[in-house]
């Protein structure tokens, strides 16, 4: 069972995505912080990590961009999305430059969001496979 990460600091996306994702059968796991992320990731594998950009409680060097950049490097099968309100030019190159797979900007609807995840998690299976 693929198992799901998601780190945003609002409680409402963490319960829908978790509810959403535990209803088809995934694993979720979420994390307020990057710090809180840091330890999920140590202890567990996961196909998907969704994370926000700016996680309250977090210092600048510990936003969501460094956050999706270490799983990138350190977990580099898991897909990032990265999840945030901060729309800029700066923004996306930033996340380009961290290896994500796709940036979604707030407000999205959850559907997009666990649509896409599950897309980018089926198309890692087959290029798995025909590797």
Do not use: C, W
């Amino acid at each position: 069972m693929e198992r799901i990460l998601v780190v945003d600091d609002e409680k409402g996306i963490i319960f829908g995505l978790r509810q959403y994702f535990g209803q088809q059968g995934y694993g979720v796991d979420s994390a307020t912080s990057a710090e809180e992320a840091l330890e999920y990731l140590a202890a567990n594998k996961y196909g998907v990590a969704i994370v926000d950009i700016e996680l309250r409680g977090s210092d600048a060097s510990n936003d969501g961009l460094n956050l999706a950049a270490f799983i990138r490097s350190h977990a580099p099968s898991t897909i990032v999305i990265i999840l945030s309100g901060k729309d800029s030019p700066e923004t996306h190159e930033r996340a380009r430059e961290a290896g994500v797979h796709s940036f979604l900007s707030k407000p999205a609807r959850l559907s997009l969001i666990a649509d896409l995840a599950a897309r980018l998690m089926r198309a890692a299976a087959v290029a798995a496979v025909i590797h």
